[in-house]
């Protein structure tokens, strides 16, 4: 063989373990991303359950909150009306009968 074959084979062996590296680098990585892929998604499965039970205590608490909300606010709308009715009754000379103990 002529040097210049030798150097071109010796090039194109280069190129060749160069391409080998390259794709060994591309499968460490790629096995790499595989392996972070499922490790997250199994720590999202779980992080994704206790976000589910944090929303749904939060939302117990924010049916709870609401029902008192609400619960004082009708309470609020009875006494109102209560007095109006009251004070209508009071104008035409007449009154709720309460009875005293």
Do not use: I, P
Request: proline share 0%.
């Amino acid at each position: 063989m002529s040097v210049e074959k030798t150097t071109k084979v010796e090039e194109s062996f280069q190129r060749v373990l160069g391409f080998k590296k390259m794709v060994d680098r591309w499968r460490n990585s790629h096995t790499r991303c595989l392996w972070q892929t499922t490790l997250s998604q199994r720590r999202n499965r779980y992080a994704t359950l206790r976000m589910q039970d944090a929303m749904g205590q939060e939302l117990a608490l924010a049916n709870k909150q609401l029902l008192m909300v609400r619960q004082a606010a009708l309470h609020q709308l009875f006494d109102k009306e209560h007095r109006q009715y009251r004070q209508e009754l009071k104008q035409m000379g007449k009154a709720f009968y309460v009875e005293r103990l």
